[in-house]
């Protein structure tokens, strides 16, 4: 079991910046995989970066290459997401998840936190 508690979410204009943190507690951190998703109003439940478990490996959404930023903390039991360059199409819940096997739909994922991006 996992459990995984979203912060730094927020109201910004538009160029700006923002820092997501993910704690995560209840098994070994560094045993596995960690994913940012995020949920619009109204749409479907998107991929936005993912990292493997030593930090070694990196993976984004198109949307957010070069403007988003997946770190992870092992010694804090903390995943990050470092947002530049919001843009008003950013805003939306965003959730961090932990995979079950290879699938996040069927694994743990925290209760989101919001972010705005105003124009």
């Known amino acids: 079991q996992v459990q995984l508690v979203e912060s730094g979410g927020g109201l910004v204009q538009a160029g700006g910046s923002l820092r997501l943190s993910c704690a995560a507690s209840?098994?070994?951190?560094?045993?596995?995989?960690m994913g940012w998703f995020r949920q619009a109003p109204g749409k479907a439940r998107d991929f936005v970066a993912a990292i493997n478990w030593s930090g070694g490996s990196t993976y984004y959404a198109d949307s957010v290459k070069g403007r988003f930023t997946i770190s992870r903390d092992n010694a804090q039991n903390t995943v990050y997401l470092q947002m530049n360059n919001l843009k008003p199409e950013d805003t939306a819940v965003y959730y961090c998840?932990?995979?079950?096997?290879?699938?996040?739909?069927?694994?743990?994922w925290g209760q989101g936190t919001q972010v705005t991006v105003s124009s």
């Open positions: 209840g098994r070994t951190f560094n045993s596995y995989a």
């Open positions: 998840a932990v995979p079950k096997g290879s699938s996040y739909t069927a694994g743990y």
